[in-house]
């Protein structure tokens, strides 16, 4: 049986499946509503608006011939929601989710009916319904789409009707149909600043319609922009925001470093809020050269961002910088956002900043950080993309794969221009605004040009610039205020556990060797697990890229680095051999820190048996947050950063590894160490029974000595240091000329064992010809 428009909105309708799908589904009801609005959830309306406005890149620009057909796929239903809803608007209807049907496995929708909005009719009011006379929007029209999800995982339309019984409305009106009506984001933020700057609807409309080009391409009516006006005037965080103020004022009194502010009224806010506790900023001292700005966790009641600043430790974990709840989106409000967390962050800028593309944030990135590299996440970009040409990606199923090579793949500069050209010639893309815009704004999302700027990138190749999900699995788009802190708090607590785990799994398990190399073994000692991990697959891999000299100057060499069998893949290293210096065209080590294999194959073959220390990045080492990077009075903390219980557990945690490490050196200092440690636990527990005035303290005297025999140790120390490195560059050189004959030898071997070889063939077949007769 085929699907049939309901007649009411509490009909429910049973669904025959005519056995394309197993039999394992229920049907469900979907009431329709009185005024004939459609059913998009608040996402899909903005994902819809985005595709059919001004504001998100009219998809009507594209393939005026595009039009739905039976068996035509999509890769998700929202897809086939927003196709069907952009050819809407081309045609000149409105449109609404009808009937579903969920599978009796797993309770997944596996089909879905999209109408027109004027399908069915709407149902008798009856006594208890409003007197008031509304006006008739249902006809019972009978165009639709039907899609279902195919084995394959794909959407398929499976049943199709095009024929309205009602008139369509034309092009310069059908930016005042429903499902066409949205305030975007882009739209929604001028609007805040112009609001902002005390203009009214009437004036911000029109600013709006002068943008767009016309009032058929703003995607909303004045009535719409006046209904978002009044409800961001009234913006707040609801009954939640008392638990938020709560917190804030709990985390003061409970740590001196904690930081917070507020824009406007502390208890009744209507602008934005910004906390980062003493870790948060401490981890910034020690991990703050690059930073991501992730304003994708929205609650949708409040409409309220929160928005984390966060970084990588280095184990290459999440590391959170602050968090901020943006209760108004204008570009003050994040000039403020900004200007705050840097002051919290001791005035210090990073050096790579990563956000959103909005317009909004870049002009606040601009003028907040003007020596900041500021990149856009370019996940969002392609998840952007997937949406401003969802008529080119259904069409071309070839296309995807192609722009994410043009993206990912191309190495060089010209590379990627001849690319992009070529990808719009074979695809008629020429004229589209959108990648137009994208192109324009390359230099700031397209790897090949932001490969000289640090951001923490250990997976290069992969394109890992995805924003940093410091809170995925905690925090999420339905998550609402009441249970905000509650789960903020909880992921806190379990990101400290697993770089807790990952301190001990680095300390306590030995990574396995899988060379000779004195280079492998002082980087074991050197990083952290991962990191060396890492490190490890570039020297491994440096067995198969031989390193060729096309150029010497004497000082300097160019060196053509190339995998065995793939010469058209080579990249160019220059090599200053005095100063053991290198530059690769790959930049792995400049966005990354962590060397890569065409480097370390040249240092192979010029005798650089030890990693240089200018390639040794101390915010992937184990020492990493050994030494504070930022001044702790400037950052606010407290003194000597004792008064927090959580900097008080960073600063214990950090000596104790510090102490396991010299500890462990050799068996004579493991037994003065363990036994230094046992009368520290003693002191310890005296201290927890009986208070502090039972440990023993050194006498005045007694320090003032320490101190100068201390200074007399450090000086001798600096002495013998300076020595052994000496000791160390000659060894260095003696090794290197060592390897040199070893190198002859093996070569004056080979040559004796073929001669050797010759000679006794010669003779074996003397040995065995007959005479000539």
Request: proline share 3%.
């Amino acid at each position: 049986m085929d699907y049939k428009p309901l007649a009411s909105g509490s009909d429910v309708v049973e669904f025959d499946l005519g056995g394309s799908v197993e039999d394992d589904t229920i049907a469900l009801d979907l009431e329709h509503p009185d005024d004939g609005y459609d059913l998009f959830e608040e996402d899909d309306l903005v994902q819809l608006a985005s595709s059919s406005t001004r504001f998100g890149d009219d998809l009507g620009n594209g393939d005026p011939n595009l039009e739905p057909y039976e068996g035509m796929e999509f890769d998700s239903e929202q897809a086939s929601r927003i196709f069907y809803n952009s050819y809407a608007r081309r045609v000149g209807f409105s449109t609404r989710v009808s009937v579903y049907q969920r599978s009796r496995r797993d309770g997944s929708i596996i089909c879905r009916q999209i109408v027109c909005s004027r399908e069915g009719f709407r149902r008798d009011g009856g006594e208890n319904r409003s007197k008031r006379q509304r006006t008739i929007t249902r006809v019972g029209c009978k165009a639709q789409m039907t899609v279902k999800k195919q084995s394959s995982g794909r959407w398929a339309v499976s049943k199709l009707v095009k024929e309205h019984n009602h008139e369509l409305v034309p092009p310069d009106k059908v930016h005042c149909l429903r499902s066409h009506r949205h305030v975007s984001g882009p739209a929604r933020s001028l609007i805040d600043t112009l609001q902002a700057a005390g203009m009214g609807p009437s004036g911000v409309m029109s600013v709006l319609i002068k943008e767009s080009g016309g009032i058929n391409n703003v995607g909303f009516t004045k009535v719409d922009c006046q209904n978002y006006m009044s409800s961001s005037r009234q913006r707040t965080l609801g009954s939640g925001g008392q638990l938020v103020f709560d917190y804030l004022k709990r985390m003061q009194d409970e740590d001196p470093g904690f930081f917070c502010a507020v824009q406007g009224d502390f208890e009744n806010s209507t602008g934005n809020i910004f906390w980062a506790d003493s870790n948060s900023r401490m981890n910034y001292s020690y991990f703050g050269d690059t930073v991501t700005f992730d304003t994708t966790y929205r609650t949708n009641r409040y409409r309220v961002p929160f928005a984390p600043f966060t970084g990588w430790n280095h184990h290459g974990q999440p590391v959170l910088f602050g968090c901020a709840l943006l209760l108004n989106e204008s570009e003050s409000s994040f000039v403020w956002l900004f200007q705050t967390w840097l002051a919290a962050m001791s005035g210090c800028q990073p050096v790579s900043i990563t956000t959103d593309q909005d317009r909004i944030i870049r002009a606040a990135v601009v003028q907040v950080f003007p020596g900041t590299r500021h990149r856009f996440c370019k996940w969002n970009v392609f998840r952007e993309a997937q949406e401003r040409l969802s008529h080119i990606y259904q069409s071309h199923p070839t296309f995807e794969a192609e722009f994410l090579r043009c993206i990912n793949v191309t190495e060089t500069i010209d590379e990627f221009e001849i690319c992009w050209e070529s990808l719009l010639k074979m695809y008629d893309l020429d004229s589209n605004e959108w990648l137009q815009s994208m192109y324009h704004a390359r230099q700031q999302w397209v790897p090949v040009f932001l490969r000289d700027t640090f951001f923490g990138e250990m997976f290069v190749t992969q394109g890992s610039d995805n924003i940093n999900s410091y809170f995925d699995g905690y925090i999420n788009a339905s998550t609402n205020i009441q249970v905000l802190i509650k789960q903020y708090e909880k992921a806190i607590a379990t990101r400290h556990e697993k770089e807790v785990k990952a301190d001990y799994d680095t300390l306590n398990i030995s990574p396995i060797l899988r060379t000779p190399s004195p280079m492998e073994k002082q980087a074991a000692k050197l990083y952290t697990r991962i990191i060396f991990m890492k490190f490890q697959e570039e020297l491994v891999e440096t067995l198969a890229y031989p390193a060729t000299v096309v150029d010497d100057t004497g000082s300097e060499t160019m060196f053509r680095v190339a995998k065995f069998g793939e010469d058209h893949k080579g990249h160019f290293v220059k090599f200053n051999v005095f100063e053991k210096k290198a530059s690769c065209s790959c930049q792995m080590f400049e966005i990354s820190g962590i060397i890569c294999r065409h480097i370390l194959a040249v240092f192979r073959v010029t005798n650089v048996l030890t990693l240089p220390s200018h390639y040794i990045l101390k915010r992937w080492t184990r020492n990493a947050k050994s030494g504070v990077l930022l001044d702790e009075h400037a950052l606010g903390l407290p003194n000597d950063s004792h008064d927090s219980s959580a900097a008080r557990y960073d600063n214990l945690r950090r000596e104790a590894i510090k102490y396991v490490e010299e500890g462990a050196e050799s068996e004579c200092v493991y037994n003065v160490a363990m036994d230094a440690l046992r009368e520290a636990a003693n002191k310890v527990a005296a201290a927890k029974k009986h208070g502090p005035g039972v440990v023993q303290h050194t006498p005045k005297n007694c320090s003032q000595q320490l101190v100068s025999c201390t200074v007399d140790q450090d000086k001798k120390i600096e002495e013998l240091a300076a020595e052994l490195e000496i000791a160390i560059q000659r060894c260095e050189a003696y090794q290197a000329k060592l390897l040199t004959i070893l190198k002859d030898m093996e070569e004056q071997k080979l040559k004796l064992s073929v001669n050797v070889r010759n000679v006794r063939l010669n003779l074996k077949m003397s040995n065995h010809s007959t005479p000539f007769m």
